[in-house]
């Protein structure tokens, strides 16, 4: 039985496990077989583990100061299988980035300054540079926040989450294949694909296409989830993340659908009038529709909204100042960027919130290096 300290964050809609990289080390033990055990993952339910049994909940970062210039801390982002004894490391997620500012200030990762405190993150997993901002008066780091975000009513500590030159973080290129538009086959014939790496690397498909409009509750928009499951290893082919015959993530292309604003529900019952937002979204996560939208696949979003021929530009409502409204199941989230020097693609804002729920010292059924 491996002892493991760990403190659990909320950041936005997701629910993030944090460890230290020196403690994780210190365990002798493969890391996938440490998070497998810790999480139950073997168990669609997650019953005798810390995993939430959802994509949004079953989150970890291992984090480390780092000695690099420009970065505070460095985190590894991993996404727990549910059911599945297998750890993802290929994606990012903007949403425990989130968490991961609030632990940097928590555990003495970054000097905290009297009005604002501003902690400059690498992820290891994809290189993407990201920065958190969050309120530190009188130099103290925050407990407790007004802050909330669409996909939940809790308060949390406010965090202004940037992405720095996200376009190409994972493929080089903002446009994997070169093309703004391109055509994959689905289960019931070809399908127009805009392929764009920003943030993360995403497969994005008009509403229309299955039959949606864009506005569809979780129920309605399942139905469209196994036809994009198969999209997505094409996607994934086409972006040259995997090859023929490999194993294609869960994660990575992130998968959904756009399409024009149209005037719908949120999970809660809230009406969204259409002059409410500007591009209606659905995205899909691991094997489930998403209940808002992971902020990796906001910022494809955004840079593909703002770039000329792809299905997110034809559909989008465009504006002036940079920014992009996202019509979620959850409610809208607010994208905004912001031009950046040296040719690099623009920086995207977006609006968080976070909280810690819990420290706490983890009893790890490992054995020999396996989950137990």
Same mark, same amino acid.
């Given at each position: 039985?491996?002892?493991?300290?760990?403190?659990?964050?909320?950041?936005?809609?997701?629910?993030?496990?944090?460890?230290?990289?020196?403690?994780?080390?210190?365990?002798?033990?493969?890391?996938?077989?440490?998070?497998?055990?810790?999480?139950?993952?073997?168990?669609?339910?997650?019953?005798?583990?810390?995993?939430?049994?959802?994509?949004?909940?079953?989150?970890?970062?291992?984090?480390?100061?780092?000695?690099?210039?420009?970065?505070?801390?460095?985190?590894?982002?991993?996404?727990?299988?549910?059911?599945?004894?297998?750890?993802?490391?290929?994606?990012?997620?903007?949403?425990?980035?989130?968490?991961?500012?609030?632990?940097?200030?928590?555990?003495?990762?970054?000097?905290?300054?009297?009005?604002?405190?501003?902690?400059?993150?690498?992820?290891?997993?994809?290189?993407?540079?990201?920065?958190?901002?969050?309120?530190?008066?009188?130099?103290?780091?925050?407990?407790?926040?007004?802050?909330?975000?669409?996909? /939940?009513?809790?308060?949390?500590?406010?965090?202004?989450?940037?992405?720095?030159?996200?376009?190409?973080?994972?493929?080089?290129?903002?446009?994997? /294949?070169?093309?703004?538009?391109?055509?994959?086959?689905?289960?019931?014939?070809?399908?127009?694909?805009?392929?764009?790496?920003?943030?993360?690397?995403?497969?994005?498909?008009?509403?229309?296409?299955?039959?949606?409009?864009?506005?569809?509750?979780?129920?309605?928009?399942?139905?469209?989830?196994?036809?994009?499951?198969?999209?997505?290893?094409?996607?994934?082919?086409?972006?040259?993340?995997?090859?023929?015959?490999?194993?294609?993530?869960?994660?990575?292309?992130?998968?959904?659908?756009?399409?024009?604003?149209?005037?719908?529900?949120?999970?809660?019952?809230?009406?969204?009038?259409?002059?409410?937002?500007?591009?209606?979204?659905?995205?899909?996560?691991?094997?489930?529709?998403?209940?808002?939208?992971?902020?990796?696949?906001?910022?494809?979003?955004? /840079?593909?909204?703002?770039?000329?021929?792809?299905?997110?530009?034809?559909?989008?409502?465009?504006?002036?100042?940079?920014?992009?409204?996202?019509?979620?199941?959850?409610?809208?989230?607010?994208?905004?960027?912001?031009?950046?020097?040296?040719?690099?693609?623009?920086?995207?804002?977006?609006?968080?919130?976070?909280?810690?729920?819990?420290?706490?010292?983890?009893?790890?059924?490992?054995?020999?290096?396996?989950?137990?």
């Amino acid at each position: 039985m491996l002892r493991l300290q760990g403190e659990m964050i909320r950041g936005g809609t997701s629910k993030c496990w944090i460890f230290d990289h020196r403690d994780v080390v210190a365990t002798g033990v493969d890391v996938d077989a440490v998070l497998l055990a810790a999480f139950n993952a073997a168990d669609p339910r997650q019953i005798d583990g810390v995993g939430g049994a959802s994509s949004t909940t079953s989150k970890a970062a291992v984090v480390q100061a780092s000695g690099r210039p420009g970065v505070d801390v460095e985190y590894a982002f991993a996404q727990v299988g549910i059911g599945d004894e297998r750890v993802e490391w290929a994606g990012n997620c903007g949403n425990c980035a989130t968490a991961v500012a609030l632990y940097a200030l928590h555990h003495d990762l970054v000097p905290i300054a009297s009005d604002t405190t501003t902690v400059r993150m690498l992820n290891v997993n994809t290189g993407a540079r990201l920065t958190g901002t969050i309120p530190t008066p009188a130099g103290v780091a925050p407990e407790e926040g007004t802050a909330v975000v669409p996909g /939940t009513s809790a308060p949390g500590v406010p965090v202004l989450l940037g992405f720095q030159d996200p376009a190409g973080s994972t493929t080089g290129s903002a446009l994997p /294949t070169g093309r703004a538009l391109d055509e994959l086959t689905g289960p019931d014939g070809p399908v127009e694909a805009s392929l764009v790496d920003a943030g993360a690397p995403a497969a994005l498909f008009e509403a229309k296409a299955f039959g949606l409009d864009g506005t569809e509750s979780l129920t309605a928009f399942a139905a469209a989830v196994p036809a994009l499951t198969l999209l997505r290893r094409q996607a994934a082919l086409a972006m040259g993340l995997a090859r023929e015959g490999d194993p294609v993530s869960h994660a990575v292309p992130k998968v959904g659908i756009v399409a024009r604003p149209g005037p719908y529900r949120t999970t809660q019952g809230t009406l969204v009038n259409q002059d409410e937002y500007d591009l209606a979204v659905r995205m899909v996560s691991m094997h489930a529709p998403h209940p808002a939208i992971g902020l990796t696949s906001a910022v494809a979003l955004a /840079t593909a909204a703002a770039t000329p021929g792809t299905l997110a530009h034809r559909v989008a409502r465009q504006t002036a100042d940079g920014t992009l409204r996202l019509g979620t199941p959850a409610g809208v989230v607010t994208t905004r960027a912001v031009p950046a020097p040296d040719g690099a693609s623009p920086t995207v804002l977006l609006h968080r919130a976070a909280r810690r729920i819990a420290r706490a010292e983890l009893l790890v059924p490992v054995l020999e290096g396996r989950p137990a």
